[in-house]
């Protein structure tokens, strides 16, 4: 088995909360999703998001995945 | 109809405490004949009762049969060397450690299974453990029979008396087992995976 692979996908989803004045509860009604898988994504613990799911957050939180989702920088390393 | 089939082939509750039940039986029997039975007739000074290999002719065979190979017959060998009580107890006893490892191993996957979840990867690593006992010990249970066979030779023969070494073991079968356990413990793998997979996707 290996190791669980790296990524360096960021989500914002608590930033864009914030801008809107919205609870994950609040959300979790509003899209479907439980609070608490919200919360895995929130806390940057998803290792996958379904096209669903992207779908219903970017019409609830009226983004886009670009603005929901960013690459982080990769380390330079040695 | 296809429901009471259906029903029959489903893995239940009693298939799971009858498998449990059969493992420990399995576990408690290879116990007693590996280690229970020769030690009780070690300590209570009991003739050795063995199987070996001889030479020796069958002595009610007609029309001038003789025995042209050597045959393996169950023998009472009356005060037996501490060696020959050793090496007669050798194979049954690395066969029972098997057993009892092997259904450890089993009894811990089936509590996995009970609980609902069967791919994690010490199960994986249980049933690639499992595989390589399966076929390893049996070659190993043979080789160890088969020097204990020539250790015991002269006890019944004499020491001018057969002593070769004989292979008596059937290994496809254990190596088929052994391949089908593998492959059970690689499609585990990629369950395993999956349901890593599945566990973070929102």
Known sequence: ?78 | MAADRRDLLTFDRWDHWGLRGILWLLSLGAVAAGFVVPVVQWVTDRALITTVRTDVSAADLTRGATVTNPVSVPVAVAEPSVSERLWAAAPDALTALLVVIVARLLLRLLADLRGGDVFLDRNVRRLEVIAFLIGFGAVAVGLVDAFATMALAPAVNGQSGTSTFVWEITLYPWLTTMFIVGAVAQAFRHGARLRADAEGLV
């Open chain 1, 1 to 78: 088995m290996p190791a669980e692979e790296a990524h360096r996908i960021v989500c914002h989803l608590d930033d864009l909360l914030a801008a809107r004045g919205l609870t994950l509860a609040a959300l979790s009604e509003a899209v479907g999703v439980s609070v608490v898988n919200l919360s895995v994504l929130k806390n940057q613990r998803a290792k996958a998001i379904r096209f669903s799911t992207l779908t219903a957050l970017c019409e609830a939180l009226d983004c886009t995945p670009g603005e929901l989702f960013t690459v982080a920088a990769a380390d330079s390393g040695a």
